[in-house]
């Protein structure tokens, strides 16, 4: 059945050692390149690192007869977990990485980058099934050369992760149509299944096998066993994430859904636009001009073309995804990312067309090489320092089991630095926006709703929970009266302003320092009830805090 895929016949050796290798390099530059010092940019990344921390932290304690009231223990201390609200495969592997190398922004970024690696390798081995080793080299170190992989390769976030299981998912796909073995095709779901709890968007990838699957086979699919025995695989195994969504993850589908707050409309040319017009600032105007230069040249030459069972797949990777990523309302450029591997995939195959055989090979490394190099010295990283320093400044001055008071927009950048810091012990974070708003993940979105506390009583509520310490970003959402309050009330004798740390960055922000506060005003006695609602999973939580005298 090799005739299927144009399977590689050449097996493993030195030279494929070699190429792997110098991409383990390349990652590490990417690596070294990346923000590590708990200076996260992207709101969710120091969330994902925070969700990893709680899974090595529940490894630990093993919270056994009592894991639901640790749980909501843990949020209350560290209020920036969000394993209800993101499926859980990187943040255990993360937890993983945490056991290895301790809790740190870098461990995090280590678990990215690590993945990283293997969607490398997995675009190697993909590619060399229909090229040398040279360009799949060339293929893997332009596909993780990309502006938009090295972007999102170098954060926090889920897209690199679950790239890779879905690049090895296709790797054992054709692996199957070449053998017919069932065992190949259990792992290609087993792999999309890894991916889709990693981030449930490569979820689009599933017609392309089918279409594909039935362009092999036509009316023989449904006399393969190991089709259906692969159907009830996946089935089975998408089971506890559609639980999963149904239970806690409702916001995830409003937002793909669609609400009043949708930008680009699925009727109109704007939103059939939109993921077209990401596509140049993803992968770059050479490789879509390459890409597309492929794409024509297959319906002119016969001899440019891959196996008829790889042109289908691929064209109907693209097709796929194209369409459900225009369909899902949240659009974000980083959403499409996963069409990135096929475009760098055909513009490496346009090169190796057009030019020489005995010189295309080089070619193709010059221009993998030159566009790699190119993103690592023109792509800025983003970052945004200052949450560590905040951390570290108040973690020097409380005392254990102290209770802190945040107020700010990068929340989850100081709530995990505080988790990280070894000095940091045992400190619990409490929001100013959990006691005195109610707001599911972007106000903008779905709006804000201000509870009305009066300064008297958030000063009790200070008084009540014993906080000692407030870090305040005075411009955070200064347009709502209970923010406005919380500042007035910090401009009492009551409190007194320590320091302000600087707060910087590469990319245009609106934090620009961060205020720490003491409250020098008496505390009650005991630990007293926080309740705080989670609106994005419809929960909850309530447990004590402060601390005993």
């Not at 490569?202 to 036509?218: D, E, K, Q, S």
């Not at 008496?522 to 005298?549: I, Q």
């Given at each position: 059945?090799r005739e299927y895929s144009g399977g590689s016949r050449d097996g493993w050796n030195w030279q494929d050692a070699i190429l792997l290798f110098m991409?383990?390099?390349?990652?590490?530059?990417?690596?070294?390149?990346?923000?590590?010092?708990?200076?996260?940019?992207?709101?969710?990344?120091?969330?994902?690192?925070?969700?990893?921390?709680?899974?090595?932290?529940?490894?630990?304690?093993?919270?056994?007869?009592?894991?639901?009231?640790?749980?909501?223990?843990?949020?209350?201390?560290?209020?920036?977990?969000?394993?209800?609200?993101?499926?859980?495969?990187?943040?255990?592997?993360?937890?993983?990485?945490?056991?290895?190398?301790?809790?740190?922004?870098?461990?995090?970024?280590?678990?990215?980058?690590?993945?990283?690696?293997?969607?490398?390798?997995?675009?190697?081995?993909?590619?060399?099934?229909?090229?040398?080793?040279?360009?799949?080299?060339?293929?893997?170190?332009?596909?993780?050369?990309?502006?938009?992989?090295?972007?999102?390769?170098?954060?926090?976030?889920?897209?690199?992760?679950?790239?890779?299981?879905?690049?090895?998912?296709?790797?054992?796909?054709?692996?199957?149509?070449?053998?017919?073995?069932?065992?190949?095709?259990?792992?290609?779901?087993?792999?999309?299944?890894?991916?889709?709890?990693?981030?449930?968007?490569?979820?689009?990838?599933?017609?392309?096998?089918?279409?594909?699957?039935?362009?092999?086979?036509?009316?023989?699919?449904?006399?393969?066993?190991?089709?259906?025995?692969?159907?009830?695989?996946?089935?089975?195994?998408?089971?506890?994430?559609?639980?999963?969504?149904?239970?806690?993850?409702?916001?995830?589908?409003?937002?793909?859904?669609?609400?009043?707050?949708?930008?680009?409309?699925?009727?109109?040319?704007?939103?059939?636009?939109?993921?077209?017009?990401?596509?140049?600032?993803?992968?770059?105007?050479?490789?879509?001009?390459?890409?597309?230069?492929?794409?024509?040249?297959?319906?002119?030459?016969?001899?440019?073309?891959?196996?008829?069972?790889?042109?289908?797949?691929?064209?109907?990777?693209?097709?796929?995804?194209?369409?459900?990523?225009?369909?899902?309302?949240?659009?974000?450029?980083?959403?499409?990312?996963?069409?990135?591997?096929?475009?760098?995939?055909?513009?490496?195959?346009?090169?190796?067309?057009?030019?020489?055989?005995?010189?295309?090979?080089?070619?193709?490394?010059?221009?993998?090489?030159?566009?790699?190099?190119?993103?690592?010295?023109?792509?800025?990283?983003?970052?945004?320092?200052?949450?560590?320093?905040?951390?570290?400044?108040?973690?020097?001055?409380?005392?254990?089991?102290?209770?802190?008071?945040?107020?700010?927009?990068?929340?989850?950048?100081?709530?995990?630095?505080?988790?990280?810091?070894?000095?940091?012990?045992?400190?619990?974070?409490?929001?100013?926006?959990?006691?005195?708003?109610?707001?599911?993940?972007?106000?903008?979105?779905?709006?804000?709703?201000?509870?009305?506390?009066?300064?008297?009583?958030?000063?009790?509520?200070?008084?009540?929970?014993?906080?000692?310490?407030?870090?305040?970003?005075?411009?955070?959402?200064?347009?709502?009266?209970?923010?406005?309050?919380?500042?007035?009330?910090?401009?009492?004798?009551?409190?007194?302003l320590l320091t302000t740390i600087p707060v910087a960055s590469n990319q245009s922000h609106s934090d620009s320092r961060l205020e720490i506060y003491?409250?020098?005003?008496?505390?009650?006695?005991?630990?007293?009830?926080?309740?705080?609602?989670?609106?994005?999973?419809?929960?909850?939580?309530?447990?004590?805090?402060?601390?005993?005298?």
């Open positions: 059945m991409l383990v390099i390349a990652v590490c530059l990417l690596f070294e390149t990346s923000p590590r010092a708990g200076d996260f940019w992207w709101s969710d990344a120091p969330r994902h690192a925070m969700d990893g921390a709680f899974y090595h932290d529940m490894a630990r304690t093993l919270p056994v007869t009592h894991a639901r009231q640790w749980a909501e223990g843990y949020y209350l201390q560290y209020p920036a977990v969000t394993v209800l609200f993101y499926p859980p495969l990187f943040a255990l592997v993360e937890a993983l990485f945490f056991s290895l190398f301790g809790v740190s922004h870098a461990v995090a970024q280590l678990t990215v980058s690590a993945f990283c690696l293997g969607a490398a390798w997995g675009a190697y081995w993909l590619s060399r099934r229909w090229v040398g080793r040279i360009p799949a080299f060339a293929t893997a170190l332009l596909f993780v050369g990309t502006p938009a992989m090295a972007f999102w390769g170098r954060q926090v976030m889920l897209e690199i992760p679950a790239f890779a299981f879905l690049v090895w998912s296709c790797y054992f796909f054709f692996r199957y149509l070449d053998s017919g073995k069932g065992r190949d095709l259990y792992l290609v779901v087993v792999f999309t299944l890894a991916g889709l709890y990693t981030k449930q968007s490569i979820i689009f990838i599933v017609p392309a096998y089918l279409v594909t699957l039935c362009y092999v086979y036509r009316k023989r699919i449904f006399r393969r066993p190991e089709v259906w025995w692969s159907a009830a695989l996946f089935t089975v195994g998408i089971v506890p994430l559609l639980v999963f969504t149904w239970l806690w993850g409702r916001m995830n589908v409003h937002q793909s859904v669609g609400g009043d707050w949708v930008e680009y409309s699925r009727r109109s040319f704007a939103g059939w636009t939109y993921v077209g017009r990401q596509l140049p600032y993803q992968v770059g105007w050479p490789v879509l001009a390459l890409a597309v230069v492929y794409c024509a040249g297959v319906i002119l030459r016969k001899e440019w073309r891959l196996p008829a069972p790889a042109l289908v797949f691929f064209a109907a990777w693209l097709l796929s995804g194209y369409i459900f990523f225009t369909l899902i309302a949240l659009k974000e450029p980083r959403h499409s990312i996963f069409l990135v591997f096929s475009l760098a995939f055909l513009s490496i195959l346009a090169i190796l067309r057009v030019l020489p055989a005995g010189f295309g090979p080089y070619a193709v490394a010059a221009f993998a090489l030159g566009v790699f190099t190119h993103t690592l010295a023109t792509e800025q990283v983003p970052y945004v320092s200052g949450y560590r320093a905040a951390a570290q400044y108040v973690c020097s001055l409380a005392p254990p089991d102290s209770v802190v008071l945040f107020s700010g927009l990068r929340d989850g950048s100081f709530i995990f630095n505080v988790r990280s810091i070894p000095e940091c012990k045992n400190i619990t974070v409490i929001r100013s926006d959990k006691l005195l708003l109610r707001v599911a993940v972007d106000r903008y979105k779905f709006g804000v709703k201000e509870l009305g506390v009066s300064e008297a009583q958030f000063n009790d509520m200070l008084g009540q929970f014993g906080v000692r310490y407030i870090v305040l970003e005075p411009n955070f959402w200064n347009d709502l009266q209970s923010l406005q309050m919380l500042v007035r009330v910090l401009h009492n004798d009551q409190f007194k003491e409250n020098v005003g008496d505390f009650t006695k005991g630990k007293n009830l926080l309740r705080v609602e989670l609106p994005v999973s419809g929960l909850t939580v309530e447990g004590k805090v402060g601390r005993d005298k």
